[in-house]
C-alpha cells in the first residue's frame, strides 16, 4: 500500500562530503564546494515545492575557521557572498524569506553587507523560511542567550525565554536533521532546537544531492514514529 507522505514543518541539513566528493573526482576542494552550491539550490527549491515551511541550512560553523586551511575559508567565503548575492535575489522573487543564524560580526564584511541586504530584501515574504547557519555553533548561540538574559537583570527563567534569546527565535522546533557523507553526529549543529527531531544519515555526498534525494528522505521520515515521549 502507497505510504501517505509526511512532511516535516522545520528541516535542517547539514551539508557534509564536498571534499571528498571532490577528491574522489580529481578535483579541488574548492570544485566540491561550488556542487555543493548546486545541490543546495536544488534541494531549497525542492523543499518548498513540497511544502515544508522552514529549512536550516548548516553553512559554516564557528570551528571551521580554525580546522581549515586559510585558502579554503577564503574561497568558501567568496563563493557563500556570490551566493547571497546573486542565487538569494531568486529566493526572494520566490517569496522566501532569509534569515541567518551566527555571529555575523566576524564575518568578511564584503559578506555581511550581502547578509544584511538579503535579509532586508525579503524580511516580509510569507514563503519558505531558509535559515542560514553561518559562522554559528550551537553551544555559542546558547551562552549567548543565556548573556543576554543576565544582562536584561533576570536571575530565574523557563524554556520560552531562553528560546525567545536563540538566533531562531520564532521559528519551529527541528522535525528532521539530515546529514550527508556518512557521518553519524551533529556538530554543534542546532542542538536546542533538534531536541526531539527525527535523524536521517546519508551515504551520499552532499553534492549528489537533488531533489529525488529529498523524496527519498521524505519516505523515510514518513515511516517514523514520532512520540515525543509518549506512546504509540
Ligand atoms: C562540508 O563539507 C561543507 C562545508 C563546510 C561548506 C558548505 C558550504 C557550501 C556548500 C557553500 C554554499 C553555502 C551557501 C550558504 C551558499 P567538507 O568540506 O567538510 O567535506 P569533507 O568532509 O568531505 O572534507
Given at each position: 500500500m502507497e505510504q501517505t507522505l509526511k512532511i516535516p514543518t522545520h528541516i535542517g541539513f547539514i551539508m557534509d562530503g564536498n571534499g571528498r566528493w571532490a577528491t574522489q573526482r580529481g578535483l579541488s576542494r574548492s570544485d566540491g564546494h561550488r556542487q555543493g552550491a548546486e545541490a543546495m539550490k536544488k534541494v531549497v527549491k525542492a523543499c518548498s515545492q513540497k511544502g515544508i515551511k522552514v529549512v536550516s541550512i548548516?553553512?559554516?560553523?564557528?570551528?571551521n575557521w580554525s580546522k581549515r586551511p586559510q585558502t579554503e575559508i577564503k574561497f568558501l567565503f567568496s563563493l557563500i557572498t556570490q551566493f547571497v548575492k546573486k542565487e538569494m535575489k531568486d529566493y526572494v522573487k520566490s517569496g522566501y524569506r532569509v534569515r541567518f543564524s551566527g555571529d555575523?560580526?566576524?564575518?568578511?564584511k564584503s559578506t555581511q553587507n550581502a547578509v544584511q541586504k538579503i535579509i532586508d530584501a525579503s524580511k516580509?515574504?510569507?514563503g519558505l523560511i531558509v535559515n542560514i547557519a553561518l559562522n554559528y555553533g550551537s553551544h555559542q548561540e546558547i551562552v549567548r542567550a543565556v548573556n543576554r538574559i543576565l544582562q536584561s537583570g533576570l536571575r530565574e527563567i523557563d524554556e520560552q525565554m531562553l528560546e525567545d534569546c536563540?538566533?531562531?527565535?520564532g521559528l519551529p522546533p527541528l522535525d528532521l536533521v539530515v546529514r550527508s557523507s556518512g557521518e553519524k553526529r551533529?556538530?554543534?549543529?542546532m542542538l536546542w532546537q533538534a531536541s526531539y527531531s527525527e535523524l536521517i544519515f546519508l551515504d551520499?555526498?552532499?553534492?549528489?544531492?537533488?531533489e529525488d534525494t529529498l523524496d527519498e528522505i521524505l519516505k523515510e521520515y514518513s515511516k517514523r514514529d514520532r512520540r515525543f515521549g509518549g506512546i504509540s
Amino acid at each position: 500500500m502507497e505510504q501517505t507522505l509526511k512532511i516535516p514543518t522545520h528541516i535542517g541539513f547539514i551539508m557534509d562530503g564536498n571534499g571528498r566528493w571532490a577528491t574522489q573526482r580529481g578535483l579541488s576542494r574548492s570544485d566540491g564546494h561550488r556542487q555543493g552550491a548546486e545541490a543546495m539550490k536544488k534541494v531549497v527549491k525542492a523543499c518548498s515545492q513540497k511544502g515544508i515551511k522552514v529549512v536550516s541550512i548548516y553553512a559554516f560553523s564557528c570551528e571551521n575557521w580554525s580546522k581549515r586551511p586559510q585558502t579554503e575559508i577564503k574561497f568558501l567565503f567568496s563563493l557563500i557572498t556570490q551566493f547571497v548575492k546573486k542565487e538569494m535575489k531568486d529566493y526572494v522573487k520566490s517569496g522566501y524569506r532569509v534569515r541567518f543564524s551566527g555571529d555575523l560580526s566576524q564575518l568578511p564584511k564584503s559578506t555581511q553587507n550581502a547578509v544584511q541586504k538579503i535579509i532586508d530584501a525579503s524580511k516580509d515574504n510569507q514563503g519558505l523560511i531558509v535559515n542560514i547557519a553561518l559562522n554559528y555553533g550551537s553551544h555559542q548561540e546558547i551562552v549567548r542567550a543565556v548573556n543576554r538574559i543576565l544582562q536584561s537583570g533576570l536571575r530565574e527563567i523557563d524554556e520560552q525565554m531562553l528560546e525567545d534569546c536563540l538566533y531562531s527565535a520564532g521559528l519551529p522546533p527541528l522535525d528532521l536533521v539530515v546529514r550527508s557523507s556518512g557521518e553519524k553526529r551533529l556538530s554543534n549543529f542546532m542542538l536546542w532546537q533538534a531536541s526531539y527531531s527525527e535523524l536521517i544519515f546519508l551515504d551520499k555526498y552532499w553534492p549528489d544531492f537533488d531533489e529525488d534525494t529529498l523524496d527519498e528522505i521524505l519516505k523515510e521520515y514518513s515511516k517514523r514514529d514520532r512520540r515525543f515521549g509518549g506512546i504509540s
